[in-house]
């Protein structure tokens, strides 16, 4: 069974940066893409962030130019750098990995981001 375990949450002020960790329990390049969502209280989770395996990136529009993913294949891991945080990023942010054929979908337990005025 594959985890996904994120961390690198707190509470920052807003201007801010905070990087994001997700490490896999098995090979990143298992998966055909791995990315990040978010959910704030009382919303729906929505996507942020996307890298495949192949390396094309996408950006959810409203924290692109503030956000960047990267991997690091070697670590099994995949990082959400955010810089100029605001109020609005406040949200639980969940690591997701999939594979398409078959589909197959997991997620982390959620990292808490809070960014306070």
């Known amino acids: 069974q594959v985890q996904l375990v994120e961390s690198g949450g707190g509470l920052v002020e807003a201007g801010g940066s905070l990087r994001l960790s997700c490490v896999a329990s098995g090979s990143i390049n298992s998966f055909n893409a791995m990315g990040w969502y978010r959910q704030a209280p009382g919303q729906q989770r929505e996507f942020v962030a996307r890298?495949?395996?192949?390396?094309?990136?996408d950006y959810e529009g409203s924290v692109r130019g503030r956000v960047a993913i990267s991997r690091d294949s070697a670590k099994n891991t995949v990082y959400l750098q955010m810089d100029n945080l605001t109020p609005e990023d406040t949200a639980v942010y969940y690591c997701?990995?999939?594979?398409?054929?078959?589909?197959?979908?997991?997620w982390g337990q959620g990292t808490q981001v809070t960014v306070s005025p």
């Open positions: 890298i495949t395996r192949n390396g094309n990136i």
């Open positions: 997701n990995a999939y594979n398409s054929i078959p589909w197959t979908e997991y």
